[in-house]
T-cell receptor, first 112, second 113 residues
């Protein structure tokens, strides 16, 4: 069956450090992979999209990698701040349809 | 302002009643989605629509129905057949075929008592 797996345990990290989250997928061949941020009681907000032929994408303090051989994406928040505390969701865009599928998300808590 | 609007934000219903959640967008997007989120869980796809008058079942369509009569609107009905309807419901839209970002509404929290 198709799965998108993110670590269910919250990541507690000291302010200023780099937070790294993992998204693993099985039985998908995505052409694109996206990352979203969700705050409690709110809808997710888009952060970054990376294509299969891109190894890395950056946006300000965020960096995403995409390894289609390992079937894995890594999401990094550098110089983390308390305002970065949220849940981060990985989403896949399978080939051939417009059906956007999400992982369960990984909570990040940045400690001042 | 362009965006996607869900209403109401909170909804209470008695068990056995059907209820319809509203989702409207003025982004001119072809594709629209409904997701369900339970506490500590990710988003599970209920239904999606790629064009007016067409929609497809997602992973958990049982007990739900949708319509797409207008490009701007994609209402979701939670029927009495849905065994555990209490959840946070999210609507999203995006451009068709462009593999672009999804825009989400603020969600509707449905509580069935």
């Amino acid at each position: 069956s198709q799965k998108i797996e993110q670590n269910s345990e919250a990541l507690n990290i000291q302010e200023g450090k780099t937070a790294t989250l993992t998204c693993n997928y099985t039985n998908y061949s995505p052409a694109y992979l996206q990352w979203y941020r969700q705050d409690p009681g709110r809808g997710p907000v888009f952060l970054l999209l990376i294509r299969e032929n891109e190894k890395e994408k950056r946006k300000e303090r965020l960096k995403v990698t995409f390894d289609t051989t390992l079937k894995q994406s890594l999401f990094h928040i550098t110089a983390s701040q308390p305002a970065d505390s949220a849940t981060y969701l990985c989403a896949l865009d399978p080939r051939g349809n417009n059906r956007l599928a999400f992982g369960k998300g990984n909570q990040v808590v940045v400690i001042p | 302002d362009g965006g996607i609007t869900q209403s109401p934000k909170y909804l209470f219903r008695k068990e056995g009643q059907n209820v319809t959640l509203s989702c409207e967008q003025n982004l001119n997007h072809d594709a629209m989605y409904w997701y369900r989120q339970d506490p500590g869980q990710g988003l599970r796809l209920i239904y999606y629509s790629q064009i007016v008058n067409d929609f497809q079942k997602g992973d958990i369509a049982e007990g739900y129905s949708v319509s797409r009569e207008k490009k701007e609107s994609f209402p979701l009905t939670v029927t009495s057949a849905q065994k555990n309807p209490t959840a946070f419901y999210l609507c999203a839209s995006r451009e068709q075929g462009a593999r672009t970002e999804a825009f989400f509404g603020q969600g509707t929290r449905l509580t069935v008592v």
